[in-house]
């Protein structure tokens, strides 16, 4: 039995209840806040929704809306020094994951007068932390359950991860309503991205116990709601309501019992190509499920169960491909891309990334994907990915 080390933020979740920010304003104390977002929720008009409630409590606040997609350096950097010369004691981050990551980042180096290079590892010590709330917009990356961040460092072009106990949100807000405009696409991507944290929880060679209890119930919220919202989100509360307790749910399984190659090799593709993770995800999927298959097939078998397939009276092995089948009929119901060459990515691109990957992530693929990989296998993901 592995130790586990175990946290959800405190949280309100119910729709309407961005509304109630000042509650949760109030009860930290603060009194001048930063809100951290991007001009789409800006013009969105989501601001609207939290605006009153501070006004009401008579909390000051200003808004940095510079976002932008993937948590760049650069961006973060310009919120870090908005925020350490803005005296704020409360950072509210309103937007999909790079927002509540730039957010989270800031709130740590700040007050500390670091830049995010010095968080990278070995990071400098964090002595003081800037009280944050995050209300996600999106329903995808699970950030606002999570310690964890994923930045894009400009200095050569990768995504990095940070990872500390100061990163935790002091409060965080789920509320449906934030998503219920979200566009088509961005719905089809961020669910997939859920969808991919659950099963590659499920999947992993870590899995087991809590975390699998997590990515059970964020696998069947996610395939049961995401064609809903994608849909017509707008008309299904519930469906909006499912996927976003999906994303936080599936961030804390996929915590817990780690994620595998479809993440690791994701953020290689994202980095250097023009593509969503949601979207990267959606194509790689189903080549590592096909080439992960063959050391967990029972656990592909409750996957498929999970996302609704038919399984009674296959074999383990022909309900696992049902896994594969379910993954790729998703992606086709929702329009989206399938090959890796859609992005831009040529055959010649493969053994520099491969190279990437193995040099900063060998030890994360051995520990966390259910099987052995090496560089031949990873590069034939990709090839049958393109
Ligand atoms: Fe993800």
């Known amino acids: 039995m592995k130790t586990l080390s175990f946290k959800v933020p405190y949280t309100l979740i119910g729709p309407g209840t961005a509304g109630n920010i000042g509650d949760i304003v109030k009860d930290l104390g603060a009194t001048k806040a930063l809100i951290v977002t991007d001009t789409g929720v800006v013009q969105a008009g989501l601001l609207e929704k939290i605006k009153p409630s501070l006004d009401k409590l008579g909390c000051k606040y200003d808004v940095f809306d510079a976002v932008e997609p993937n948590a760049p350096t650069r961006v973060i950097e310009e919120c870090i020094k908005r925020a350490a010369a803005g005296g704020y004691d409360l950072l509210i981050g309103v937007g999909g994951g790079s927002t509540m990551d730039t957010t989270k980042v800031t709130s740590l180096a700040a007050p500390n007068g670091l830049k995010v290079q010095d968080l990278l590892p070995p990071a400098k010590p964090i002595k003081k932390t800037i009280l944050k709330i995050l209300v996600p917009t999106t329903a995808g990356t699970g950030s606002e359950w999570s310690n964890l961040v994923t930045v894009t460092d400009e200095t050569d072009g990768l995504k990095k991860l940070l990872h500390f106990n100061q990163l935790w949100s002091d409060a965080t807000i789920i509320d449906p309503e934030m998503t219920l405009n979200l566009p088509q696409n961005v719905t089809a991507e961020t669910g997939m991205d859920v969808l991919a944290h659950s099963i590659e929880g499920y999947v992993s060679a870590e ?52 994620t595998g190659l479809g993440h690791f090799i994701d953020s290689f593709v994202v980095s250097k190509f023009h593509i969503s993770h949601g979207a990267a995800l959606t194509i790689l999927m189903p080549h590592v499920m096909e080439f992960n298959l063959v050391a967990v097939p029972d656990r592909y078998a409750k996957v498929a169960e999970f996302m609704g397939e038919q399984v009674s009276g296959l074999s383990v092995t022909e309900a696992a491909k049902k896994a594969v089948a379910a993954w790729r009929k998703l992606s086709q119901d929702m329009g989206m891309k399938v090959t890796l060459s859609e992005a831009g990515m040529k055959e010649s691109d493969i053994p520099p990334l491969v190279d990437d990957l193995f040099r900063l992530k060998q030890r994360v693929i051995d520990t966390y994907n259910p099987r052995h990989a090496n560089k031949a296998d990873v590069a034939k993901i990709l090839k049958a990915a393109l």
């Open 207 to 258: 899995s087991g116990g809590l975390g699998d209890m997590f990515c059970e119930t964020a696998i069947k919220l996610a395939a049961n709601n995401i064609r809903l919202a994608y849909g017509k989100g707008s008309k299904h509360m519930e469906a909006r309501y499912n996927m976003a307790v999906a994303a936080a749910v599936a961030m804390k399984g996929g915590e817990i019992n780690g």
